[in-house]
């Protein structure tokens, strides 16, 4: 894994760094997540920021400290399976037997009070409409639309209609974005280049935006280095990732990193007007390719490794792009953006394998009734499946249901975009809703809690609330996250929490 990270990493680094005039000044993209960060740097860099700074971090190691230690609490009463404050029946046992329960997760709160009201929002009504409804409907279909004595977890009973109900929501929300960053792109290049208006200075321009640029151009990086770096680093890729995986013919990765670029471009444009990154579904486009041409013998490997080679591209060229627009807007250095970027880019292509393995020794990782489902994983893998096996790897009448939240995902978006705003503004996200179908009702429980506290500190106090609430929930998920190395440790080392707390019906 960590020679596959490092053989596909850097191309995406190098992909876009030409083109960097061009989208950042040429241009003038927006990158919002980019903009963002460059207004809270520049903004802690005068007496009111100062100020703000130390509230937000006192804020932090407050709620840090509080959800470490209710992490470290809960873990002596988690002995056991569907043991602990984890498995709370907040609403009663049928309920907490259909996933509809409150797990004390501090991780998902906070990730709750990030997220906006209508992404909760969305998360909860999926997480109604599938386990509250269409799941004990059709598991009550046992016997007449899949075997009985079929275990629930095969693709062929319930399981397959929780994977790829999920998957039809996840493409139909996906294509459409897709679609529509295709097309807005094409119309802004279209506009540019109609009104010829790719001037590379301009007279009556503001003194601070010819410093930024000045700066920014001055540090160039020089374009044989990086057409040298992309050269190099693919024919690495290309000899090193068929040795990994066999299965992934060695001209399949050649027409990846000729198609790179392009689609890179075309994704960072994209991100750089809606700042949305559409590299996951550049991903699926390649499995499903991928996996179908392969065929069934190599197909679901191949499709696999495929996806996350041009995702892996396509993302990071993005994600560089953003930072080059933090370093235009706060006066850095391009070449010390890059460099920063590439040892991130090092030091994860390490760490990330370390922490998966970590996970996947010490839990039971990928187990649909277990704490870490992995959801996406499960969703990938049978993308995959379906490219290879086609329709018949559905279950009974599963494919009409696809097609049916395939049409809603795709309606859903059209409404958001042709409605009025005061009315789209409240229609679900497909992406969103798709979530729980696989993975269960709690988490959307718990970021409802979190979606609520917001709610509620806005309403008694919004200055505080919009000033502390993203230091608040970053606090509560990493002082969660942070037990799981500790908890980790332990399972590697046999020991178990004494006290196993679950909950029975009285008769």
């Known amino acids: 894994m960590t020679g596959f990270l490092f053989v596909s990493s850097f191309v995406g680094l190098l992909a876009l760094v030409p083109l960097r005039k061009i989208m950042i000044i040429d241009y003038k993209l927006s990158y919002p997540s980019g903009t963002a960060t460059a207004v809270l740097i520049n903004g802690f860099h005068t007496p009111t920021g100062d100020k703000m700074a130390r509230k937000q971090v006192h804020g932090f190691m407050k709620f840090f400290s509080l959800s470490f230690l209710w992490a470290f609490f809960q873990w002596f009463y988690s002995g056991g399976e569907k043991c602990g404050f984890s498995h709370f029946p907040a609403f009663g046992l049928k309920a907490w037997k259909n996933s509809f329960y409150f797990d004390f997760s501090m991780t998902y709160i906070g990730a ?26 059709i598991g009550g279909l046992k016997g007449e639309w899949f075997p009985s004595t079929l275990s629930e977890s095969s693709m062929k009973s319930l399981n397959g209609y929780k994977v790829f109900i999920s998957i039809s929501l996840i493409l139909g929300d996906g294509l459409y974005n897709f679609l529509k960053i295709l097309y807005f792109t094409a119309r802004s290049m279209r506009a540019r280049a109609k009104a010829n208006k790719l001037k590379t200075e301009d007279k009556n321009q503001a003194l601070d935006d010819r410093q930024r640029n000045e700066i920014f151009l001055r540090e160039g990086i020089p374009l044989w280095v990086a057409c ?13 990732i068929p040795l990994m995986f066999p299965e992934l013919k060695w001209y399949y990765v050649v027409v990846a990193y000729i198609l790179a670029p392009s689609l890179s471009f075309c994704n960072a444009y994209g991100a750089g007007l809606t700042d949305m990154n559409m590299a996951y579904n550049y991903g699926k486009v390649a499995l499903f390719l991928l996996a179908a041409l392969a065929g069934k013998n190599n197909g679901v490997v191949a499709g696999l490794v495929g996806c996350g080679l041009i995702k892996s591209i396509v993302s990071i060229s993005s994600d560089l792009m953003h930072d080059f627009k933090t370093g235009h807007l706060t006066l850095t250095s391009p070449r010390s953006m890059l460099l920063s970027q590439a040892i991130g880019t090092v030091i994860g292509c390490v760490v990330a394998p370390v922490t998966f393995f970590l996970f996947y020794k010490a839990f039971d990782v990928g187990n649909p009734d277990g704490e870490y489902k992995a959801p996406y994983a499960i969703i990938y893998r049978n993308m995959a499946i379906l490219g290879v096996e086609g329709f018949s790897a559905l279950p009974q009448h599963c494919l009409q249901l696809c097609y049916g939240f395939f049409a809603f995902a795709i309606l859903a978006n059209l409404s958001r975009d042709l409605s009025p705003n005061n009315i789209g503004k409240y229609v679900p996200l497909p992406m969103a809703m798709a979530v729980p179908f696989l993975v269960g009702a709690y988490f959307a429980i718990d970021m409802c809690v979190g979606s609520l506290v917001v709610f509620a500190w806005h309403k ?3 200055r505080k609330a919009s000033l502390m609430v993203p230091a608040v929930a970053s606090g509560l998920i990493c002082g969660d996250g942070l037990w799981i190395l500790p908890s980790s440790i332990l399972a590697l080392a046999k020991i178990r929490p004494p006290i196993c707390m679950s909950f029975l019906a009285t008769n």
Do not use: D
């Open 112 to 137: 709750g009070m990030i997220c906006s009201h209508l992404v909760n929002l969305s998360l909860l009504l999926g997480a109604v409409l599938s386990w509250g409804l269409m799941w004990p409907l």
């Open 460 to 462: 008694l106090n919004s």
């Open 228 to 240: 040298l770096g992309y050269i190099t680093f693919s024919i690495i890729a290309i000899i090193a």
